[in-house]
């Protein structure tokens, strides 16, 4: 079955230092894979997404993510963590039998403490 | 460029009320439109997805209802809320495939609560 995991609720950095958000998928065939960012009250944010080539991808706010097949990963990073990146983190995957459809992670909450 | 509006921003209904949440887009044309609801502030439940006007799909049986009367237009209806309602609603867009990307683009949301 096609799913997407975010193994961690809440992610604790210092300001400064690099963040890594970790996902995983299931789903057979090349994944679409996508990012998300959350503030409080607010809509989903668009941050960056993997369709095909450089396995390591740029996305706004000076986020990146890594595409790994052997490990079924798409975690994301940024090398210097900021206090308002602190939000919440969505992972998804592209569905698979309906490609209209996203299928999210549970999200993982980013604090960055100053 | 293209815009995702929700409103209202923000409801406090009773229980056994009718909802009407509306959602509209702007810069695009026959764009794929769907409604989630975040419940507790954390994972996303896609409630119905839309192609064209008047084409829903259900995801979850439940109270409630969408219709698509106009291609940006969406819109997600209770004829009778209930305690259970309560929660964040997003509205999300997306090209159709083959046309643009395949990420989806999400509204402000509106948050319900059901006393």
């Known amino acids: 079955a096609q799913s997407v995991a975010q193994p961690e609720d809440q992610v604790n950095v210092a300001e400064g230092n690099p963040l890594t958000v970790k996902c995983t998928y299931s789903v057979s065939g090349n994944p679409y894979l996508f990012w998300y960012v959350q503030y409080p009250n607010r809509g989903l944010q668009f941050l960056l997404k993997?369709?095909?080539?450089?396995?390591l991808v740029k996305g706004s706010y000076g986020f990146e993510a890594e595409f790994n097949k052997s490990q079924t990963s798409f975690h994301l990073k940024k090398p210097s963590a900021l206090v308002s990146d602190s939000a919440l983190y969505f992972c998804?995957?592209?569905?698979?039998?309906?490609?209209?459809?996203?299928?999210f992670g549970t999200g993982t909450r980013l604090q960055v403490f100053p | 460029s293209q815009t995702i509006h929700q409103w209202p921003a923000t409801l406090v209904q009773p229980v056994g009320s009718p909802l009407s949440l509306e959602c509209t887009v702007e810069g695009t044309s026959n764009p794929n439109l769907y409604w989630y609801r975040q419940a507790a502030g954390r994972g996303l439940q896609l409630l119905f997805y839309s192609v064209g006007i008047g084409q829903i799909s259900s995801e979850v049986p439940q109270n409630l209802s969408a219709s698509r009367p106009q291609d940006r237009q969406f819109i997600l209806s209770s004829k009778k809320l209930l305690l259970s309602d309560s929660g964040f609603y997003l509205c999300a867009w997306k090209y159709k495939a083959g046309t643009g990307g395949n990420e989806q683009y999400f509204g402000p949301g509106t948050r319900l609560t059901v006393t």
């Open positions: 998804a995957v592209r569905g698979q039998y309906n490609t209209d459809k996203l299928i």
């Open positions: 993997y369709i095909t080539g450089d396995n």
